[in-house]
C-alpha cells in the first residue's frame, strides 16, 4: 500500500473512533450535547417562602384587662373542618376565675350593705318623722297655752308661757331640719353604696365576658392551620403566648399568597410589580403565576438557627389549588427582575474554565472545538452568550469534566 493510501486509512479510522467515543461517552452518561437557542432570558432572583391565605379569620390571644400572659389549654387538630361555633382554641382562664370569685363576693357584700343600709335608714328617717311630729304638737300646745290675755296670769306665769312657746317653734324646727337633712343625707350615702353595687357587677359582668372570650368559637366553616411565629415554630397545648399573638386562622383557599423570604444582598433587585414564578414543595412539578404585591418595610434576622440577614415579600399567586395547597406549605420563588426578549443562550454547565477565560467544547463534524466564549447574565442554570457561538451550534457537556478542557 502507497503512503496517500495509508494516511487516508488512518484518518478514516482516527475519525472512526473519535465517532465510537462520543457515542460511547454519550451512551454511558458522560457527556451530552446542547443546542445553542435564541429567545426571552429572564433573569431571576431565587427565594423561599410560605403559602399564605389572601383573605384568612386570624385567632389569636383575647384582650382581656390586666392579662397579657396566656396558657393554651386546646387546640382544634391542624387541619381538621370545623363548622360555625365549633370551639377551636381555648386559653386557661382559671386567674380570672379566681378574680371573678373575689369580685363577686365583693358583690355580694355590697348588696347585702346596701340592704341594710336601706332598713337602717328607713327606720332613722321613721324615728326623725315621729320626732317632727310629736315637736308640732308641743308647738300647737304652747300657742295655745300662750295664747290667753295677759291680764288674767301673773307676769312671771306669761313670761313663763311665752318661753316655753319658743322653745317649742325652736324644737319644732329642729325636728323639721333633721328630717330635711336625714333625706338629703340618705339619698347621698344611698347613691355611693348604689354606685359601688354598680361598679362590681360590671366588673363581675365584664369577667364574665372576658371569661367567654377564652373560649373561641369558629365565626365560619373551614379548615384550622397553625399559624407559624417569626421563627417559624406553632403553638400547642400548654404553650404560653402574649396579647395579640395570632394562634390559628380560618384561610380562604381559593385566593392564596406566597410570603416569600429575600435576603439582604438581593433586596433592591426586587420591586413591587415584578413577576415570579412558585413551585409548590408538595408538587415541585406544577408551575404557579404570581405578581409581587408588597414588600417588607424593615429588616430582620431570618431565625435563630439561620441569622441572615432578611426582608418580607409578599406574591398573590394569579391561580390557586385548594385541594393542594394550605397555609405554611413551604414554596419555591422565582422573581424575574429583569428579561430580554431574544437572546443567545446555553446551559450554563456548558461552560469551562480555564487560565485563559471561558470557553465551551462546540461539536465539530468529527471532534469537537475548544471555543472563546464571552458570557453576560446568568439566570436558573442558564447563561447569556454574547460573543462566540451562533444559534443552532451544538456545545458538549462532560459530566465531571476537569477546568481547562481536559
Known sequence: MSGRPRIKAHRAA???AVCLFLAACSQSGRSRVVKVVKGPFDIKIHATGQLQSAASYHVGCPSVERLWQYTISFLAP????VGEGDPIL?????????????????????????ARMRLQEQQTQEDFVLQQEEAKV?????RQKADVPQGLMSDNEYKKL???LELAELQEKLAESRVENQNSGMKTRFHVQESKVAKLKDEVERLNRDIQKMNCLAPKPGIVVYTPDWDGKKKSVGDTCWMGEKILELPDLSHMQVK???????????????????RVDANPDKVYKGTVISL???????????????FDAVIDLSESDPQLMRPGMAAGVGVTISS??????VEEAALVYHEGGISVRKKGRLDEDLVPVTIGARSAGVVEVLTGLAEGDEVVIRSGAREGGR
Not at 391542624?78 to 373542618?81: A, D, F, L, Q, S
Not at 382559671?94 to 355580694?108: G, S, T, W
Not at 417588607?296 to 441572615?308: C, E, H, L, M, T
Open 296 to 310: 417588607g418595610r424593615i429588616f430582620r434576622v431570618k431565625s435563630d438557627s439561620q441569622p441572615a440577614i432578611v
Open 14 to 16: 482516527a475519525a472512526a
Open 340 to 345: 430580554k426578549e431574544n437572546a443567545l443562550q
Open 138 to 142: 308641743n308647738a300647737q300646745k304652747a
Open 260 to 278: 416569600a423570604v429575600i435576603l439582604e444582598s438581593q433586596a433592591g433587585r426586587v420591586k413591587e410589580g415584578q413577576k415570579a414564578d412558585v
Open 90 to 114: 381555648t386559653f386557661d382562664s382559671r386567674e380570672l376565675m379566681q378574680r371573678l370569685q373575689v369580685k363577686q363576693a365583693e358583690l355580694d357584700t355590697s348588696l347585702k350593705e346596701l
Open 162 to 164: 311665752k318661753m316655753d
Open 78 to 81: 391542624e387541619g381538621k373542618p
